[in-house]
Nanobody, 127 residues
């Protein structure tokens, strides 16, 4: 099992920035598999925001491209999501996730492809 714990959410005004963190522990091999950030707004399906593979290749959803970046610190076993120019449409619960298998799930960002999930951290953006 791999445990993922997100932090860094909060309330900000439109145009502001936040950096989310996801600390990983447990099944260490999954750290070297695809990982991603997802979000879910009330009444909407969970959607992929950004993914990263073991080599650092990144995938960013069109809705946040140019504003969000994903990175990981292997020494700290921590995944990050840097969010800038936030808008009220970015308001959601944000989750980090990890895949048990190698592959291109980091690019597809499909929810069923990911096996481990954190509990989420809330991001609220006011206008």
């Amino acid at each position: 099992q791999m445990q993922l714990v997100e932090s860094g959410g909060g309330s900000v005004q439109a145009g502001g920035s936040l950096r989310l963190s996801c600390a990983a522990s447990g099944y260490s091999y999954s750290w070297y598999k695809p990982m991603g950030w997802f979000r879910q707004a009330p009444g909407k399906e969970r959607e992929g925001v950004a993914g990263i593979d073991s080599d650092g290749r990144q995938s960013i959803a069109d809705s946040v491209k140019g504003r969000f970046t994903i990175s990981k610190d292997n020494a700290k076993r921590t995944l990050y999501l840097q969010m800038t120019s936030l808008t009220p449409e970015d308001t959601a619960m944000y989750y980090c996730a990890a895949d048990r298998e190698s592959g291109d799930s980091w690019r597809r960002l499909s929810v069923p492809d990911f096996d481990y999930w954190g509990q989420g951290t809330q991001v609220t953006v006011s206008s």
